[in-house]
């Protein structure tokens, strides 16, 4: 089993659409949650951390769920300029523990 | 502030050849960690130097090795290359072991036929 499993779309939607992306991971000992955003042939940037409480940033809300190693994104009146790939990223709590990235999301959002 | 430079962008090797890829790290950054994505992938941990030592390596066979320098730049060698090894490769560097957040490289390209 993948330690960080996403579906990896692709997800077609149109402009204004709300878009959600779930991500599961394996290690319980996973300390830190992000939601990183890569487009074509770039390298990946971070969109969001995700905290326990959830969190948004403008169209953009993260939810983290400990129980069932659970982790969402949810885009809100998706535009053209968010078609990229969405990458789950989970890190354990000691120092020398990489992030660990999911395959990725792909969204297209369609004029 | 400068951010985080590699080099070359774009490689084209031979199998069996050795390439070493750069990577100098953001300004003030003593950690500088390795991946490895291939196509169509998330990208995977290779190793991470903390102050000039390796702290942390994933699951990557020895012929894949690093240094980290005084100024805390890093360097990947990839020994007797295979063609599964055509990825792109992202250095990120970050505070203290990530504790602070990354950034990363744009990465360098390398194919190998």
């Known amino acids: 089993r993948k330690e960080v499993e996403q579906d990896p779309g692709p997800f077609n939607v149109p402009e204004g659409a709300t878009v959600a992306f779930n991500c599961t991971y394996s290690n319980s000992a996973s300390q830190s949650f992000f939601w990183y955003r890569q487009d074509c042939r770039k390298e990946p940037k971070l969109l969001m951390s995700v905290y326990s409480s959830g969190n948004e940033d403008g169209r953009f809300t993260a939810q983290l769920n400990r129980a069932s190693q659970y982790i969402s994104l949810l885009i809100r009146d998706s535009k053209l300029s968010d078609s990229a790939t969405y990458l789950c990223?989970?890190?354990?709590?000691?120092?020398?523990?990489?992030?660990?990235f999911g395959k990725g999301t792909r969204l297209s959002v369609i004029a | 502030e400068t951010g985080v430079t590699q080099s070359p962008t774009h490689l084209i090797k031979t199998r069996g050849q050795q390439v070493t890829l750069r990577c100098s790290s953001q300004s003030g950054h003593n950690t500088v960690s390795w991946y490895q994505q291939a196509l169509g992938q998330g990208p995977q941990f290779i190793f991470q130097y903390y102050r000039e030592e390796e702290n942390g390596r994933g699951n990557f066979p020895p012929r894949f090795s690093g240094l980290q320098f005084p100024n805390y730049s890093s360097e990947l060698n990839v020994n007797a290359l295979e063609l599964d090894d055509s990825a792109l490769y992202l250095c990120?560097?970050?505070?203290?072991?990530?504790?602070?957040?990354?950034?990363f490289g744009s990465g360098t390209r390398l194919t190998v036929v």
């Open positions: 990120a560097s970050s505070l203290d072991w990530g504790n602070y957040g990354y950034t």
């Open positions: 990223v989970v890190r354990g709590n000691s120092g020398n523990t990489p992030l660990v």
